[in-house]
């Protein structure tokens, strides 16, 4: 299993239990001591979950928009944040290909969410992706990451 595979797992795994408790606690500091020694997952996954937690709001009304008869309140746990973690890839993190963020977070729906998780989240993000402007340059370059130029 890649690095960053195991990161974003990880880091759904803390979204997760940042919905269920509102803020870190002694839950997180625990969470990261039961990770093997030489652990090499932690930076990539506070990168996720800090900008999701960053960008929640923002996260949150772009899910509400594209979900067709769901409020994000009302989703599973899992699937909203796993969403949430989706865009806020491919929204902000220029060095993830459009691709992999896609491929990563059916793999994450197929893995914890329910039967349904896998096509309710490719099928938001793929909206997204195809719809939001931002998203223009991964859209015409979804294999490879986006290097944008200072100041764009």
């Not at 239990?17 to 839950?27: E, N, R, V």
């Not at 899910?63 to 769901?70: E, L, S, V």
């Not at 993000?125 to 100041?151: F, Q, S, Y």
């Amino acid at each position: 299993m890649g690095t960053r595979h195991q990161a974003r797992e990880r880091a759904l795994q803390i979204l997760f239990q940042y919905d269920i408790h509102g803020k870190p606690g002694l839950w997180l500091d625990e969470f990261w001591k039961q990770a093997p020694e030489g652990d090499d997952t932690k930076p990539f996954t506070e990168q996720v979950v800090q900008g999701v937690l960053d960008h929640k709001k923002e996260l949150d009304a772009l899910i509400g928009k594209y979900a067709t008869n769901w409020t994000v309140g009302r989703m599973p746990i899992v699937d909203r944040n796993i969403l949430r973690a989706g865009l806020f890839e491919l929204l902000w993190m220029d060095d993830v290909p459009a691709k992999v963020t896609m491929d990563e977070s059916i793999e994450l729906a197929k893995s914890f969410g329910d039967d349904e998780a896998s096509k309710f989240v490719n099928g938001l993000l793929d909206k997204v992706l195809t719809t939001d402007a931002r998203l223009a340059e991964k859209r015409a370059h979804p294999d490879r990451p986006v290097w944008r130029r200072a100041g764009s």
